[in-house]
């Protein structure tokens, strides 16, 4: 089946540093791809998305690119600040399961040091 | 509401009790999620409704779990005869829609329902 592989936490950086998230998937068809967001103490949230190869989702200064060919989708920011703390999730959206199905990676917590 | 509503928000049950978690999703959604997720992991799919239509329970992991969505708004995910290792967030979610040759599904999230079986 459809699986999501994510680096392993936890990722510590100082402030202002660059930071790179790895993400692999395996998947039939062409799903969609998503990184969510979960900050201390609340619900995920949606963070940036793609829906086909090539596209490139960015928001907060975070940027994914739907990579076809080495089915990755790493996640990106050229300076993390303190507030960028979290854990973070990759995943996907069946695109042939018909009931539109979400896989999760296991997660990769970042803590940003002042 | 605004967001996606779940209760309660902890509950601590007995070995063998039966608990009910209740998701309340943003109005006008169709798509209602139910995922669970263990400590340290990412979220496991546990079943799948578009209005009252259960379309997907593929990921509940025993007869022991249950789902339902009688009006297509609020539902409900009981568990019966509970056991440690049930012990888990649980988390509701919905979406929109998906409508003609949109297919972005972005999923709402509430904050869970934290279950511990002792």
């Known amino acids: 089946g459809d699986s999501v592989t994510q680096m392993e936490g936890p990722v510590t950086l100082s402030e202002e540093a660059f930071l790179t998230i790895n993400c692999t998937y395996t998947a039939t068809g062409y799903p969609s791809l998503f990184w969510y967001v979960q900050y201390p103490g609340e619900g995920l949230q949606l963070l940036l998305k793609?829906?086909?190869?090539?596209d490139k989702g960015s928001n907060k200064g975070f940027e994914a690119t739907y990579r076809k060919e080495t089915t990755s989708f790493h996640l990106e920011k050229g300076s993390v600040q303190v507030s960028d703390s979290a854990v973070y999730f990759c995943?996907?959206?069946?695109?042939?399961?018909?009931?539109?199905?979400?896989?999760f990676g296991t997660g990769t917590r970042l803590k940003v040091l002042a | 509401g605004a967001g996606v509503s779940q209760s309660p928000r902890y509950k601590v049950a007995k070995r063998g009790q039966d608990v009910a978690l209740r998701c309340d999703p943003i109005s006008g959604h169709v798509s209602l999620f139910w995922y669970q997720q263990a400590l340290g992991q990412g979220p496991e799919f546990l079943t799948y409704f578009q209005n009252e239509a259960q379309l997907d329970k593929s990921g509940l992991p025993s007869d022991r779990f249950f789902a339902e969505r009688p009006e297509g708004s609020v539902s409900t995910l009981k568990i019966q005869r509970t056991q440690q290792e049930d012990s888990a967030v649980y988390l509701c979610a919905s979406s929109f829609p998906l409508a003609g040759g949109q297919r972005t599904g972005e999923l709402f999230f509430g904050e869970g329902s934290r279950l511990t079986v002792l």
């Open positions: 793609a829906t086909k190869a090539d």
């Open positions: 995943a996907l959206r069946e695109a042939t399961s018909g009931t539109y199905k979400y896989i």
